[in-house]
């Protein structure tokens, strides 16, 4: 099997426009969650989210590109220019027959279908659709604009597995380019669902906090008072590539991927199984792959989306698995900054991981007051503060709904 390495990193979020931005945010405890100012949220219960701030794609692209995508290809192209910079990759020198994409995006083009579908209903005699209606709406867009875009002519799809899906990217890229059939693959995901439907839809299912009178502290993983998910928009993509291409070219090395692991809870459309089965058994799975134990894990960046039952059901999997070396793990959850990228999720939390091996920093959980009870005692869930620490390995964990499971595993790099 072929060795796979992180040569190039781009980051888009409420927190941050660029990976440096991010990082920078996160290790200061920043939130990112404010009143929703897209549209008039006011007949919601919910009327927050993660809003990019300052985003223009026009700095990424030419008008006529853009009104051509929906924001989540839109953004998907912002991560892809910081990405390619990053990674200092002279296309024009590269075979790009072995070049690919994978991306993953959980609703995909939700604005573009809203507000067309909303115009139509205006109008029922005289039906009049935009001709980039379908091409700006379906989920593999995204993948398909980058190929496109980069004359990628290796792999490229999207990957669906609701809030798993960047993840689901990731692991599937590792897995063929361990296999020979790629030397580079962009891997990542982007959402754009700040929009009515998405936050009625969510609202409607009782997902969502409701805290509007402190929406800066809403998002609150492991605390007792928390009471749902915060939406948020943005993207995330890694440049995986093959060790010896890699080092071929001189290129910077952040980390290695050592192993994905994949599974179903196999139990409830919308809700993880409370005592985590398919999380243990994902985990253990990517553990196993890098031939390692769960032992030499130094941090886990959780799902951790501030839901009562998943946060709970998260945490009981992690000290089943790493039961033996609770006292030396710290995991967090980003979220309670970011809030919730849906299917972009994974990607910027796998970032997340591989900045703290890099600076051996652990990014905090804050708008922790008083970690709930039920949660183990032994648990360091890195409260509302970062921590110095170096760190060797980190597990990254995404679920979705419907029960899908995936976790990458990057530990530092040694030639």
């Not at 939406?231 to 994905?260: N, Q, S, T, W």
């Not at 793990?329 to 939390?349: N, R």
Request: hydrophobic fraction near 40%; charge should be neutral.
């Amino acid at each position: 099997m072929k060795r796979v390495v992180v040569t190039g990193m781009g980051a888009l979020s409420p927190v941050g426009n660029t990976v440096e931005d991010f990082w920078t945010s996160l290790i200061a405890g920043k939130s990112g969650i404010a009143q929703i100012t897209k549209f008039d949220p006011s007949p919601f219960k919910t009327k927050f989210a993660g809003e990019l701030k300052g985003f223009d794609p026009l700095n990424f692209m030419e008008k006529s590109e853009a009104r051509k995508m929906d924001a989540f290809s839109q953004y998907a192209i912002a991560v892809m220019d910081e990405c390619l910079k990053d990674s200092g990759i002279d296309l024009t020198k590269s075979d790009l027959g072995r070049f690919g994409v994978i991306w993953g995006t959980g609703i995909g083009g939700i604005q573009t279908f809203e507000e067309e579908v909303l115009a139509f209903g205006k109008n029922l005699d005289t039906p009049r659709f935009s001709p980039f209606f379908i091409t700006k709406m379906i989920s593999n867009m995204a993948a398909g604009l980058i190929s496109i875009r980069y004359k990628l002519r290796g792999v490229s799809y999207v990957t669906t597995s609701a809030c798993a899906s960047g993840n689901n990217a990731i692991v599937d890229a590792f897995n063929i380019i361990r296999l020979g059939k790629a030397h580079v693959i962009f891997a990542g995901g982007s959402e754009a669902c700040i929009t009515r439907s998405a936050l009625g839809g969510f609202s409607s299912m009782k997902a969502l906090s409701e805290r509007n009178d402190a929406p800066e502290s809403a998002s609150r993983p492991f605390d007792v008072s928390r009471d749902g998910f915060v939406m948020a928009e943005g993207g995330g993509v890694l440049m995986l590539e093959e060790l010896e291409h890699a080092k071929k070219r001189g290129a910077k090395i952040y980390c290695e991927v050592a192993g994905g692991g994949f599974g179903s809870d196999a139990y409830h459309i919308a809700a993880t199984h409370p005592d985590g089965i398919g999380a243990i058994a994902a985990m253990l799975d990517a553990i196993d792959e890098a031939g390692m134990k769960p032992e030499d894990v130094d941090y886990v960046s959780t799902h951790g989306t501030s839901t009562p039952v998943g946060d709970l059901s998260e945490c009981k999997a992690i000290c089943s698995v790493f039961e033996k070396s609770l006292d030396k793990l710290h995991i967090s959850a980003t979220k309670s900054m970011t809030g919730h990228l849906l299917g972009a999720a994974g990607a910027i939390e796998a970032i997340a991981c591989i900045k703290a091996i890099e600076t051996g920093i652990i990014p905090p959980t804050i708008n922790l007051n008083e970690i709930d009870p039920t949660i183990d005692k032994r648990l360091n869930v890195t409260p509302n503060k970062c921590v110095k620490k170096e760190v060797n390995v980190a597990l990254n964990n995404t679920f979705g709904f419907g029960g899908h499971i995936f976790v990458s595993l990057y530990k530092k790099y040694n030639a």
